[in-house]
């Protein structure tokens, strides 16, 4: 039996102190994440997916169910007791890896495929870029880049790169 997407009482404003017992969120045994639905029964794993992870990061997130359905669904996530609020993050945190291209520090070679060395926000790194299709633009200032391996990397407002990580990127777009 499927479980209807729940749309009302989700982000209900839960003090401090709500009881444990009161919990719609938790980890179980396995550290699977798990809610909790309006008649009591516990469904999981879910995945916290959110709806636009790149414009609007903070805003309305999903929780997906074992069959990919949605059981339950937050616009404003903020407004979850702290708790479950810090499980959501948590689980986003382990699910999402979205390194920020901070700086191009040196390409192999302007022909495709190129070995790109990078600073991002999570350290040097060096990835393959296949080819130029490989560089989207997104959003306006907003490109995505994705390596040989499908790992994706953020460049956000490319113009306010270093000019020679400008200079770089440049030739590929």
Known sequence: MSAKPETQGIARAAGEGAAEADARLRRNALGQLQWRRDDGVWIGPVTPVRAFPIQA??????????????????????????????????????????PRILRLVEVSSFATPST?????????????????????RIAPGVLLVQDAHGVQYLIRDPQRLDRHSRRLLDRFM
């Not at 616009?75 to 708790?83: E, I, N, R």
């Not at 990078?118 to 870029?129: A, S, W, Y």
């Open 116 to 136: 790109w060395t990078v600073e991002t926000d999570r350290g040097r790194t060096r990835f393959v870029l296949k080819g130029e299709e490989d560089i989207r």
């Open 57 to 98: 990061p903070q805003a309305e997130v999903a929780l997906l169910g074992p069959d990919g359905h949605e059981v339950a669904y937050w616009s404003d996530p903020a407004a979850l007791a702290p708790g479950e609020r810090a499980l959501l993050e948590q689980a986003l945190a382990e699910r999402e890896f979205l």
